[in-house]
C-alpha cells in the first residue's frame, strides 16, 4: 500500500496533477527527498478554520526518517509564504505554487476512497441465496433457491451427452478463434430448428433472425436493447409475477414495463380473465413478454385453448409477443411439446421475438449459452433485424463464447446424441415430478389441518410456487436452513426424496405458525 501517513497543508494552489484512475500521483522534489502527491486520497482536517491538502509517502520507512519530517516542514515553511488560501488541492511538479500559509495540520493515515459514494447493492434476490446456503454449516441444509438441477444425492450434474459432445470436441482439435459476432452458425441454425422444427415455414422462408446470446439472459438484453432503439417509448408487459431478473434487464435497458395479471392467489392458479383485460387494456403496439413454457416462479402455464385466445388478444391489439424459453423440455419432458406456446404463434404468421436457454435443458449453466430469435415477415426484415442485433452485440461484448455452442450444436446436429439428450431430460424432468409427488403426499399426510396441497401437483417445471410469504419464508430458512427465493418459490431441481419429509416439517411448521 503506498499511503501509510500524510501530512497536509492548507491551500497549496497551482495546477499539478492529473488524472489518473484511482491515485492522482505527483512526485516533487523537496530538499533532495522524494515523495509523492496523492491528490485524490485527502480529507479534510480543519485546523485553524482552513481545508488541507494531504502529501502521502509511499513507505512508512520512509514517514518514519527524519528527513522525511524535515522536508515536511520545509514545505509547509514554503507554502506558508506563498499568497491566500483558495482550498485547491493542486501541487505542481516543480515547485509549491501554495497561496495561503496560515494553518497546517498534520493528518493520520487515511486512505479516502473515490467510491465512497457508492452504497452496498442487496444480494441478488435468486443468487444471492446460494451465497447464503454456501455459509450455512447445518447438516440439514437445503438449496431451493436458485433453479438448478441436482442429482438425488444433491449434486450438481453434468449430462453424459455433454461429457460425450466435449470428448469429440477434444478429438477435433478444434481451435478457439473468435467467432462472428452473431455466434457459432451451425449453433444458430440448430438452436432455431429445436424452437420452431425444421420444417417450419419461417426457417424454410429465412425469416428468423437468431443471434447466438450470453444464455437466456443475455439474449433477452439483446431484445432489449433492441426495443429501446427502434421502439422509443414502447411498452413491455410483464406477468405479475415473473421472474426476479426480467425488470431488471428492462430496466437497465431503459424499457419502459408494467405488469399483466398472471397468478391468482385465491385459486392457487392463472388468473386468465386478469391476464387477457390487462393485454387488452395496454397501449396498442406493446410487447408482450410470455414465458414460452413452465412459468418462472408459478410453474402455472396456460391451456393450449387459453394460448389460442392470448395469439388473439395480441394481434387484435398489434402487440409484438415476446417469449423467454429458459425450460424447454423441462416442463413436459418433450421439447417439442413445449415449444408448441410458440410454434402457435409462429404459425399465425406472427412477428414474434424468443430468448432462448440451454442453462437447465442441457445443464449448460456457467457456458452462457443461449439465443435471441426474431421473427419477421420477410427474409429481408430478417437480415435487417440481424444485423442491428449484431450491432448492438458488438460494443457489449463483442462476439460469444464458443464452448458451450459447440456442445450444444454437436448434441443437436447428431441424431444419436439427441436422441439421448431427449431421454436425459425425461430422466432430469422425471426425478422433479417424482419428487413433487413425494412433497405432495408427505404434506398431505403430515397436515392435519385439512389444507388442499394438491396445487403442488399441478404446477410444473423446475419450481413450486408454495404461497409462503416472506415472514414464512425467512423462517423456513432461519428456523430450517431452508434456502429460498423470498417469493415462496421452491426448486425442486434441488430437492431429494430423501428430504421430502423434512421439508414438509418446515412448510407446515412456516404455514401455520408464521403469519
Ligand atoms: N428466463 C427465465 C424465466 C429464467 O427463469 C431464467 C433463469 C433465465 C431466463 C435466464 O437463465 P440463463 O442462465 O441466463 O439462461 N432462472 C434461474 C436462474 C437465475 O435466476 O439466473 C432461476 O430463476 O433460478
Redesign the pocket.
Known sequence: MAVVASFGVHGCGGAGASHRGGAQTETVTDGGLSMRWYRMMWCRWWLHGGGICLMMSEAWSEIQSVRWWVSIFNLVKANSMLGTSNHSTFLAKDSIRAKSFTRASMNVAVKVSRFNDITMAPPDP??GVSEAFRADTHEMKLNL????YRTEDLQPYVLSVVKKAETLMLDRGENKEYLPIEGLDAFNKATAELLFGADNAVIQQQRVATVQG?????S?RLAAVLIERYFPGSKVLISSP?????KNIFNDARVPWSEYRYYDPKTVGLDFDGMIADIKAAPEGSFVLL?GCAH??TGIDPTSEQWETIADVIQEKNHIPFF?V??QGFASGSLDEDASSVRLFAARGMELLI?Q????NLGL?AE?I?AINIVCSSSDAAQRVKSQLKRIARPMYSNPPIHGARIVANVVGNPDLFNEWKEEMELMAGRIKSVRKKLYDSLSAKDNSGKDWSFILKQIGMFSFTGLNKAQSDNMTNKWHVYMTKDGRI?LAGLSSAKCEYLADAIIDSYHNIS
Open positions: 435468486i443468487l433457491g436458485v433453479g438448478a450470453l444464455s437466456g439472459t443475455g433477452l415473473t421472474w426476479g431478473n426480467h414465458h418462472n416462479p423467454d429458459a425450460y430468448a436457454s440451454y442453462s437447465k449453466y452462457r443461449g426448486s
